[in-house]
């Protein structure tokens, strides 16, 4: 089955710069790779999604890049603000929709003021 | 209701009990997801309906563990015989359909067996 690695665990970032968490998966079948922000008490959100077609995709702050070849992708996050502040999740799908996601270990992004 | 809401929030049960957590998706949305999300993990996949059927419930890790959706729209998910293992957050999200569309998580249910 599919195996997602998801790396740093944990990431401090001075409000203002920028974070990357780092995901890679086994399943060379898989085509969609969703991000997920999980607040405290709260079940997990997506931000941002990117399938197999695509290398890049950008919404205002956020941006997911995915290599297909390395089996990789990655999240970034601009002008971090302390509302940023939370648990990301990114996950990967063998089908375009969300059928039978495997998510990664979450990194807990702590936004300094 | 705006969102997928699970019930109850908390559940605290003694071990060898039987649990109930129940799912209501967003009003319209066929497909309908269950995962388990222990402490400092990600959620791991338990079943997947389409409609009232099971169309993947290859994720319930034995037969203690079985869920229903018989009309299509509320889901139990249902423990018997309950162990401190099964403590976790149970997560129900819910999607328009099975392609090409946005699952939306509830808060889950945490359950804790003691």
């Known amino acids: 089955g599919e195996n997602v690695e998801q790396h740093p665990s944990t990431l401090s970032v001075q409000e203002g710069d920028s974070a990357v968490i780092k995901c890679t998966y086994s399943?060379?079948?898989?085509?969609?790779f969703p991000w997920y922000k999980q607040e405290l008490g709260k079940g997990p959100q997506l931000i941002i999604d990117?399938?197999?077609?695509?290398g890049e995709k950008k919404d205002q702050r956020i941006a997911v890049t995915l290599n297909k070849t390395a089996k990789h992708f990655s999240l970034h996050i601009t002008e971090t603000q302390p509302e940023d502040s939370a648990v990301y999740f990114c996950?990967?799908?063998?089908?375009?929709?969300?059928?039978?996601?495997?998510f990664g270990t979450g990194t807990r992004l702590t936004i300094i003021p | 209701g705006a969102g997928v809401s699970q019930t109850p929030s908390n559940k605290v049960t003694e071990k060898g009990k039987y649990v109930e957590l129940r799912c209501d998706p967003i009003?319209?949305?066929?497909?309908l997801y269950w995962y388990r999300q222990s402490l400092g993990q990600g959620p791991e996949f338990l079943i997947y309906?389409?409609?009232?059927?099971?169309?993947?419930d290859s994720g319930l890790p034995n037969d203690r563990f079985f869920a229903v959706r018989p009309e299509g729209s509320v889901s139990t998910l249902k423990i018997q015989r309950t162990e401190r293992g099964d403590s976790a957050v149970y997560l129900c999200?819910?999607?328009?359909?099975?392609?090409?569309?946005?699952?939306?998580f509830g808060q889950g249910t945490r359950l804790t067996v003691v």
């Open positions: 999200a819910s999607s328009p359909g099975s392609t090409n569309t946005e699952a939306f």
């Open positions: 399943d060379s079948a898989s085509n969609y």
């Open positions: 990117i399938r197999s077609n695509v």
């Open positions: 996950a990967a799908s063998r089908d375009f929709g969300n059928e039978k996601l495997t």
């Open positions: 009003s319209g949305h066929t497909a």
């Open positions: 309906f389409q409609g009232t059927g099971a169309a993947d």
